[in-house]
């Protein structure tokens, strides 16, 4: 069956780094864009960033994470990923990785979460001192 398992959340300093995994199977990854969300305590989930599946490559950041935040992925081992740096205290959330078919994710697209069908269980981002 469909699955997405993330990995690599924890507990980080306020400037410090973290890379997250989300390994899936079950689907032809090659074929879905794959979507990164977070939510907040009392917050809505909200789309962080997302990358397509077509061979640009093509991105969309949310501008909270812009200039901080990496996606990734590697089509051979099914996995996307999330280099996360210089984090802030207001990073801190649960974090989803999510898999949608037939998405361009650019500038001109903001990710919704009723867009993707697939998601993982989440990882725990803490930034804290």
């Known amino acids: 069956q469909v699955q997405l398992v993330e990995s690599g959340g924890g507990l980080v300093q306020p400037g410090g780094s973290l890379r997250l995994s989300c390994v899936a199977s079950g689907f032809a990854f090659d074929y879905y864009a794959i979507g990164w969300f977070r939510q907040a305590p009392g917050k809505e989930r909200e789309g962080v960033t997302c990358i397509s599946s077509t061979n640009d490559g093509a991105t969309y950041y949310a501008d909270s994470v812009k200039g901080r935040f990496t996606i990734s992925r590697d089509n051979a081992k099914s996995t996307a990923y999330l280099q996360m740096n210089s984090l802030k205290l207001e990073d801190t959330a649960v974090y989803y990785c999510?898999?949608?078919?037939?998405?361009?994710?650019?500038?001109?697209?903001?990710?919704?979460?009723?867009?993707?069908?697939?998601w993982g269980q989440g990882t725990q981002v803490t930034v804290s001192s």
């Open positions: 999510a898999a949608g078919e037939s998405l361009y994710c650019d500038g001109g697209y903001s990710p919704e979460t009723a867009d993707f069908g697939s």
